[in-house]
């Protein structure tokens, strides 16, 4: 082989192993940037069937899948986590299961779980008439009224005040779901959300008094100053509660017109002054004269 076809071939292999290193450098950088582009995908633990609240959670209840993108929030990634703890808040089929969802560790399942850190369940024993006939479900408002004779006004009757008010239904008899259907359910108790000063009021009232429960719009939090009645407002027409008075409007009258002008008082006409020039001789002078015609009244 001669030398110029020897140049010729190591000239090639050259331009050979640049071209490919370049091609390869240019394939790298693309594929890394597809990499840091793409969306990152991580297992989370979801729920393989609606979990309703009070739930005790169980390994056939779980299962975990590839969740895109930045995960929910307090979302489990450990199916370990989950086994064993009760449901405070419904979770439902392919949902991820978020650590607010779950009651603490060791508190079990049931009603008890769904009870926040500081409050209490209390139980009211409840009729046709104290639980509104049967519409008094989980999850409502109410407020809680007791009637009875206070000490020392026996002259006065049986005296009702509402003890408390915007207070949360946790259960009614077993059932401590929601009912979507709003369907009057009869049961013997309900359990409401208190704190223990509150339970400590509604065992005193429950064993002294009669209790009545009086349903609430959720949306209404106010819980304005109640006055407590004797039996005897109710044949008194000053004791009696009056309706709200509706506010009076002041009535604007209209503004009077402006009274018209006065007419202009017609001015009458200035006399005609004629200047009459006398000569005498060499004397020289001057007359003035009105017009009398002018001067004359008009009749």
């Given at each position: 082989?001669?030398?110029?076809?020897?140049?010729?071939?190591?000239?090639?292999?050259?331009?050979?192993?640049?071209?490919?290193?370049?091609?390869?450098?240019?394939?790298?950088?693309?594929?890394?940037?597809?990499?840091?582009?793409?969306?990152?995908?991580?297992?989370?633990?979801?729920?393989?069937?609606?979990?309703?609240?009070?739930?005790?959670?169980?390994?056939?209840?779980?299962?975990?899948?590839?969740?895109?993108?930045?995960?929910?929030?307090?979302?489990?990634?450990?199916?370990?986590?989950?086994?064993?703890?009760?449901?405070?808040?419904?979770?439902?089929?392919?949902?991820?299961?978020?650590?607010?969802?779950?009651?603490?560790?060791?508190?079990?399942?049931?009603?008890?779980?769904?009870?926040?850190?500081?409050?209490?369940?209390?139980?009211?024993?409840?009729?046709?008439?104290?639980?509104?006939?049967?519409?008094?479900?989980?999850?409502?408002?109410?407020?809680?009224?007791?009637?009875?004779?206070?000490?020392?006004?026996?002259?006065?009757?049986?005296?009702?005040?509402?003890?408390?008010?915007?207070?949360?239904?946790?259960?009614?008899?077993?059932?401590?779901?929601?009912?979507?259907?709003?369907?009057?359910?009869?049961?013997?108790?309900?359990?409401?959300?208190?704190?223990?000063?509150?339970?400590?009021?509604?065992?005193?009232a429950s064993n002294q008094t009669?209790?009545?429960?009086?349903?609430?719009?959720?949306?209404d939090t106010d819980t304005p100053?109640?006055?407590?009645?004797?039996?005897?407002?109710?044949?008194?027409?000053?004791?009696?509660?009056?309706?709200?008075?509706?506010?009076?409007?002041?009535?604007?009258?209209?503004?009077?017109?402006?009274?018209?002008?006065?007419?202009?008082?017609?001015?009458?006409?200035?006399?005609?002054?004629?200047?009459?020039?006398?000569?005498?001789?060499?004397?020289?002078?001057?007359?003035?004269f009105k017009d009398s015609e002018?001067?004359?009244?008009?009749?």
């Open positions: 082989m001669n030398r110029k076809v020897s140049s010729i071939l190591l000239i090639a292999f050259v331009i050979a192993a640049a071209t490919s290193y370049v091609v390869y450098r240019v394939t790298q950088n693309q594929l890394r940037r597809s990499a840091q582009s793409a969306p990152i995908s991580i297992p989370i633990v979801v729920a393989v069937r609606d979990l309703q609240i009070g739930t005790l959670i169980r390994d056939v209840d779980l299962t975990t899948a590839e969740w895109v993108g930045t995960p929910p929030k307090g979302a489990l990634v450990n199916k370990d986590a989950a086994l064993g703890r009760g449901v405070v808040s419904q979770i439902y089929q392919g949902e991820p299961v978020l650590e607010t969802r779950l009651a603490a560790a060791g508190s079990g399942g049931g009603l008890a779980a769904t009870i926040p850190p500081g409050m209490r369940a209390c139980a009211v024993r409840v009729d046709d008439v104290v639980g509104v006939a049967g519409f008094v479900l989980p999850g409502m408002r109410v407020d809680v009224l007791v009637s009875g004779t206070a000490p020392g006004t026996t002259n006065q009757g049986p005296k009702v005040k509402t003890l408390l008010q915007n207070i949360q239904v946790l259960s009614a008899g077993s059932n401590i779901q929601k009912d979507a259907e709003g369907k009057p359910v009869q049961v013997p108790v309900v359990n409401l959300l208190v704190t223990p000063e509150q339970a400590e009021l509604l065992s005193l009669k209790i009545q429960l009086v349903l609430r719009n959720p949306l100053e109640t006055p407590a009645f004797f039996a005897s407002n109710l044949f008194s027409e000053s004791g009696a509660p009056k309706p709200p008075e509706r506010p009076v409007v002041p009535v604007k009258k209209p503004a009077a017109a402006p009274p018209p002008p006065p007419a202009p008082v017609a001015k009458p006409p200035e006399p005609t002054i004629y200047l009459i020039e006398i000569l005498n001789g060499a004397k020289r002078s001057e007359e003035k002018q001067q004359q009244p008009q009749q």
